[in-house]
């Protein structure tokens, strides 16, 4: 059973800084895809960023692209999303997914694409 955990949401300032943790269990993830995805109230969950398979490649949205990074850490099985330069339209659930079995040419921008979730973590960003 694959379990996904996030953690690092919070409250920040606008113009501010957030680093957000998804720790994998269940299995190996150093070359997993590992996506992260937000929804806002009101709103439809939409795709942040993503590592792709094989290759690892990072994919962003243009909303967040020069804002914010993912990255893995094999050693602590965990992906991270570093998040600056935050704005009040960054406020969301964020949420991590993986697919696994992985399989090749797989859109990594969409959620449906993936198959375990976590549970979730809150960014509120103020004015």
């Known amino acids: 059973q694959v379990q996904l955990v996030e953690s690092g949401g919070g409250l920040v300032q606008a113009g501010g800084s957030l680093r957000l943790s998804c720790a994998a269990s269940g299995r190996t993830f150093s070359t997993a895809p590992m996506g992260w995805f937000r929804q806002a109230p009101g709103l439809g969950r939409e795709f942040v960023a993503a590592?792709?398979?094989?290759?690892?490649?990072?994919v962003y949205a243009d909303s967040v692209k020069g804002r914010f990074t993912i990255h893995r850490d094999n050693a602590k099985n965990t992906v991270y999303l570093q998040m600056n330069s935050l704005t009040p339209e960054d406020t969301a659930v964020y949420y991590c997914a993986t697919r696994t079995p992985p399989y090749l040419g797989y859109d990594g921008t969409k959620q449906g694409n993936y198959n375990y979730w976590g549970q979730g973590t809150q960014v509120t960003v103020s004015s």
């Open positions: 590592i792709t398979w094989p290759r690892g490649v990072t």
